[in-house]
């Protein structure tokens, strides 16, 4: 028995260790990803902040679609989450004891919400493995994706991709930010598209 249990689990390592390699990057995936980027995402994965007196790690529900976010944290907030709520020049926030924020200032109201600022207009590109407009430095890896982004003051080390559809898509990244901010970022699961619905 003990053995069949050792060769389970070894099979189940095996099959995370030795994942079919990423083809390598090409013009139709970039524009496949800059398609993702105008027409909207989801993803779903684990979220870890440290900054500051700030350090908590939870779970994340993130859609996107330009103009507007909604993201699901759990873990902090008493341990109950909360739902986020983003449009330009406005943001909502809702903890799971039903108790309601409203403010026309979305980044200092996100600040307070996650213990540090994050800038999310540039998160939305970062995430998706490719530069926000305006200047940047970067550094490709392996298939001529991003393994190293630099822009605005933030350092994006890009770990693991992942195969989404018909193209490629970050799995794992750590953001290194001012004043020693840390963001991990998982992500277990993309979808592409997402058609905004009020929380």
């Known amino acids: 028995m003990f053995f069949l249990i050792w060769m389970a689990l070894f099979g189940l390592s095996g099959c995370a ?4 390699p990423l083809p390598e990057a090409s013009l139709g995936e970039k524009d496949w990803v800059a398609t993702v980027q105008k027409n909207g995402w989801q993803l779903s994965g684990r979220i870890g902040i440290q900054g500051g007196h700030e350090s908590w790690h939870g779970g994340l529900q993130w859609r996107y679609r330009p103009g507007y976010d909604v993201l699901k944290i759990s873990g902090p ?10 449009r330009q020049g406005w943001i909502r926030l809702r903890r799971h004891d039903g108790q309601v924020q409203e ?28 530069p926000a407009p305006g200047p940047a430095q970067y550094q490709y890896g392996p ?11 933030w350092q994006i080390e890009y770990r693991r991709y992942q195969s989404v559809d018909s193209g490629v898509l970050p799995e794992r990244l750590v953001l ?24």
């Open 17 to 20: 260790l030795f994942r079919p």
């Open 143 to 153: 298939g001529q994706r991003l393994r190293l982004l630099t822009q605005s003051g």
């Open 103 to 130: 403010s026309s200032r979305p980044e200092e109201l996100l600040r307070q919400i996650l213990g540090v600022a994050v800038p999310l207009d540039k998160l939305h590109f970062w995430v998706l493995g490719i």
């Open 77 to 86: 907030f008493g341990q109950g989450g909360a739902v986020v709520e983003v």
């Open 176 to 199: 290194n930010g001012p004043d020693g901010v840390r963001v991990k970022l998982i992500i277990d699961r993309w979808e592409i598209g997402f058609e905004p619905k009020s929380t």
